[in-house]
């Protein structure tokens, strides 16, 4: 069994939006690292505003990025997100995600990716399903009310908010953006290292470090 967590950033949230950075992190059953995914993608459409005001991605930043390819060029070189037949896909909120990438591929003119059945634990089960971190741990600490991220990080325990920083800081640095870029879009791109889908992943993969036996328990 393996999971994949991950996130995408968009233009937005309409039916016309795309991904423009999908980012995810590989595990083993034992949650250890196998493999980092990041990367940007260029498409025609114009972001969001609010959007915009999250990811930072403005035209000129994604095309540098992304070196001006689409989400459809690139996400099909990672053939294991297809051929994998025991994988868990692991997000927060993630009907939005898994429809933010099939309405890409699907108005680019591919085919839905299979991101299998829901589930609601992480028990190491046969096929391809997808998970979403938000319900358990919005009834962990919230009540049951739907839990921003940035609240959910508060929740940590094994590691301060300062120890996750560093270390994703190290990964940022080799996975984040690649060298050879200008000073000023490094430089802006520096500003949303904290607020783009590599670092909430990153996040996933401590809440379920810290976190993964309660959820397991809650729904046995």
């Given at each position: 069994?393996?999971?994949?967590?991950?996130?995408?950033?968009?233009?937005?949230?309409?039916?016309?939006?795309?991904?423009?950075?999908?980012?995810?992190?590989?595990?083993?059953?034992?949650?250890?690292?196998?493999?980092?995914?990041?990367?940007?993608?260029?498409?025609?459409?114009?972001?969001?505003?609010?959007?915009?005001?999250?990811?930072?991605?403005?035209?000129?930043?994604?095309?540098?990025?992304?070196?001006?390819?689409?989400?459809?060029?690139?996400?099909?070189?990672?053939?294991?997100l297809f051929d994998a037949k025991d994988i868990t896909f692991v997000g927060y909120n993630i009907p939005f995600d898994n429809r933010l990438v099939n309405q890409t591929l699907?108005?680019?003119?591919?085919?839905?990716?299979?991101?299998?059945?829901?589930?609601?634990?992480?028990?190491?089960?046969?096929?391809?399903?997808?998970?979403?971190?938000?319900?358990?741990?919005?009834?962990?600490?919230?009540?049951?009310?739907?839990?921003?991220?940035?609240?959910?990080?508060?929740?940590?325990?094994?590691?301060?908010?300062?120890?996750?920083?560093?270390?994703?800081?190290?990964?940022?640095?080799?996975?984040?953006?690649?060298?050879?870029?200008?000073?000023?879009?490094a430089k802006q791109n520096e500003i949303s290292k904290f607020h783009n889908s590599l670092y909430d992943s990153f996040i996933y993969w401590c809440l379920l470090l810290d976190?993964?036996?309660?959820?397991?328990?809650?729904?046995?």
């Open positions: 069994m393996k999971y994949f967590l991950y996130d995408v950033e968009t233009t937005g949230f309409t039916r016309r939006d795309e991904v423009i950075q999908f980012s995810g992190y590989l595990l083993d059953d034992n949650l250890r690292n196998e493999h980092i995914i990041n990367f940007y993608a260029y498409t025609q459409i114009e972001s969001n505003p609010d959007a915009l005001k999250v990811h930072h991605l403005d035209k000129k930043l994604l095309w540098e990025l992304s070196q001006g390819k689409t989400f459809e060029e690139q996400i099909f070189q990672y053939k294991f699907k108005n680019n003119g591919y085919e839905p990716f299979n991101f299998g059945s829901k589930v609601t634990a992480l028990a190491k089960s046969e096929g391809r399903h997808y998970f979403d971190l938000m319900p358990p741990m919005s009834s962990m600490f919230n009540h049951g009310i739907k839990m921003k991220l940035s609240d959910t990080i508060k929740q940590i325990k094994f590691k301060s908010l300062k120890e996750i920083n560093e270390v994703y800081d190290v990964i940022f640095k080799n996975v984040g953006m690649s060298s050879g870029f200008s000073e000023d879009l976190y993964k036996t309660q959820i397991n328990c809650m729904f046995r």
